[in-house]
């Protein structure tokens, strides 16, 4: 018998498929190699009826959807709109959801981005008029919400699908900077200081409000907090990756207690688990009044400076993983590289450990098995690849995620499917289709709202 989900993909198929009824939602489709032609018109066809399916029944076949498919679904007629908005309004829906690149284009507008779908090989158009997000700074992501920092050096976090945008505490509350106005009480430029702990590293440097952002920020990551059932920012920034967090709503950021080199952070029940660029991992109890800060994991003994990542498994295991790169000294017609705007990184081994967390030890593991990793900029994510057919089983999907990535916008970004068995790499979407900055970085599809109570 034909599951439900075939069936609704089959009437899709032959049914028009056309715009979102938001400028928020999903609007156009490319073309280009692996890129379907557009399958969405431009105009609505509300007013009639193509399904005499009960809505209990759509609501059914629409909840096995991913959300591409769900939007189109929607749109489609009166009462499979009907279907949608009562599946949403209820928060029933929560098929998990492939991973999609989100990139700019050069052809596109400031208020326009694409969403790549892996599971349809298809890019996706986003209007966003209220955001113009080819001016903006992309420094996180996490189940559908992006962290970006606006032209004045300001952080929101953004959901790309329903366009909900939450404005986050101040940068001027960050410890290390400093507002500086001139004499009517309009601000000038931002002091941003160089200590480290109790030590000064540096001279304090000089900024405008437009160019902080360059300096400042690493990385970012949004995480769920159940106990307060509001949200959990935490940013690595300058000097020397150092760690601050704030919850939605809060009117500051926290600065955690001094340490610094940090690379990528995990969040399990209300404790911060910071992994630094030595293989160790600092832990922060947020759920208190007073944070510590604990050594939770000591240095990876041989250790090798590479990317690192820290990332929970769908089972609950912690894996620590080391993406090791090398710089091409070539372009990619096999001409020498003079420019250091034009050297590519290109990733040549990843390996993964799993961490011991009773023990405290690491151990080295043999590839991913049937599960597959997504690395970047992003918040780290493991998959089972069972739940998403579309994926490709023991291979790492890559975006950049270098420290200094906004000092070389220009660079070829390291885009591609790893594959922990031969070490190969497959290209994604074709390099001419997304700009270099702001750099791409993958994002799960979210319908939900952050509740702001």
């Known amino acids: 018998m034909m599951s439900l989900r075939c069936l609704c993909r089959l009437v899709l198929r032959f049914l028009p498929r056309i715009s979102a009824l938001s400028p928020n939602l999903l609007k156009t489709l490319k073309a280009d190699g692996d890129v379907h032609s557009p399958l969405m018109k431009e105009t609505a066809i509300m007013g009639s009826e193509s399904s005499e399916l009960p809505v209990d029944i759509l609501m059914d076949i629409f909840a096995l959807l991913e959300i591409p498919d769900l939007l189109r679904a929607g749109s489609v007629c009166s009462s499979w709109h009907s279907a949608y908005t009562i599946l949403r309004s209820s928060e029933m829906y929560r098929w998990p959801q492939t991973p999609c690149l989100f990139y700019t284009s050069e052809s596109d507008g400031d208020n326009v981005a694409c969403l790549y779908s892996l599971a349809e090989k298809r890019?996706?158009?986003?209007?966003?008029?209220?955001i113009p997000i080819r001016r903006m700074h992309l420094i996180g992501s996490h189940n559908g919400w992006l962290v970006i920092a606006d032209e004045m050096s300001e952080l929101h976090i953004i959901n790309p699908i329903t366009g909900q945008r939450v404005a986050l505490p101040s940068v001027a509350t960050i410890e290390q900077v400093k507002p500086i106005f001139d004499d009517v009480g309009a601000l000038q430029e931002y002091e941003f200081s160089q200590y480290f702990g109790e030590e000064e590293l540096a001279d304090p440097s000089f900024h405008a409000p437009s160019s902080l952002r360059n300096h400042l920020?690493?990385?970012?990551f949004v995480f769920p907090d159940p106990a307060t059932k509001s949200y959990i920012v935490a940013l690595i920034h300058n000097p020397v990756n150092q760690l601050s967090f704030t919850r939605v709503g809060d009117s500051e950021w926290t600065w955690l207690p001094p340490s610094g080199d940090y690379e990528d952070c995990i969040y399990i029940d209300g404790v911060l688990y910071a992994l630094r660029g030595t293989g160790a991992i600092d832990a922060f109890d947020l759920t208190g009044p007073d944070v510590s800060r604990k050594v939770f994991m000591d240095d990876m003994k041989d250790y090798v400076y590479e990317c690192l990542y820290i990332v929970q498994t769908p089972s609950g295991d912690v894996l620590q993983v080391l993406r090791e790169q090398d710089v091409a000294a070539t372009d990619s017609h096999g001409k020498d590289v003079v420019d250091i705007?034009?050297?590519?990184k290109e990733t040549r081994k990843i390996t993964v450990y799993k961490v011991d967390m009773a023990a405290k030890?690491?151990?080295?593991?043999?590839?991913?098995?049937?599960?597959?990793?997504?690395?970047?900029?992003?918040?780290?994510?493991?998959?089972a690849a069972e739940e998403f057919p579309h994926l490709k089983a023991n291979h790492a999907y890559l975006t950049d995620n270098d420290?200094?990535?906004?000092?070389?916008?220009?660079?070829?970004?390291?885009?591609?499917?790893?594959?922990?068995?031969?070490?190969?790499?497959?290209?994604?979407?074709?390099?001419?289709?997304?700009?270099?900055?702001?750099?791409?970085?993958?994002?799960?599809?979210?319908?939900?709202?952050?509740?702001?109570?």
């Not at 890019?123 to 209220?130: K, R, S």
């Not at 920020?217 to 970012?220: F, T």
């Not at 705007?341 to 590519?344: K, T």
């Not at 070829?412 to 190969?424: A, D, K, P, Y």
């Open 361 to 383: 030890e690491f151990l080295r593991i043999n590839g991913l098995n049937e599960h597959v990793l997504f690395l970047g900029h992003n918040q780290s994510l493991c998959l």
């Open 123 to 130: 890019v996706y158009e986003l209007a966003l008029p209220d």
């Open 403 to 453: 420290g200094c990535i906004a000092s070389f916008r220009s660079n070829h970004r390291n885009i591609g499917i790893f594959s922990l068995g031969n070490g190969s790499t497959e290209e994604i979407v074709p390099p001419q289709l997304w700009c270099s900055w702001p750099a791409p970085i993958w994002i799960t599809p979210n319908l939900r709202k952050m509740s702001l109570d």
């Open 217 to 220: 920020y690493a990385k970012a």
């Open 341 to 344: 705007s034009e050297m590519r």
